[in-house]
């Protein structure tokens, strides 16, 4: 029963969900290695909490979303 349920539960914290860098990982489709690389180069916003590096969700889909403009806008440039 608890093996049905973990998938559906998510960390939450006054209504913001978070991810660890295996969730982030598998949802971006990038090694751990490289979202160190990004916490590193600040390109990823992360929240390090007890030694548990943890991302907002809200945060990151922001940020995926300003990268879509932003490619969208230089596709117009070539057009």
Not at 29 to 39: G, K, M, N, V
Request: proline content about 3%; charged content about 35%; some cysteine.
């Amino acid at each position: 029963a608890l093996k049905k349920m973990e998938p559906n539960c998510q960390r939450s914290f006054n209504g913001e969900r978070f991810m660890n860098d295996v969730e982030l990982a598998k949802f971006l489709r990038i090694s751990r290695r490289t979202l160190q690389e990004y916490r590193s180069l600040r390109i990823l916003p992360y929240y390090l909490i007890q030694g548990k590096v943890l991302y907002k969700e809200s945060e990151i889909q922001q940020l995926l979303e300003e990268a879509h403009r932003k490619c969208l806008d230089e596709q117009r440039k070539w057009l």
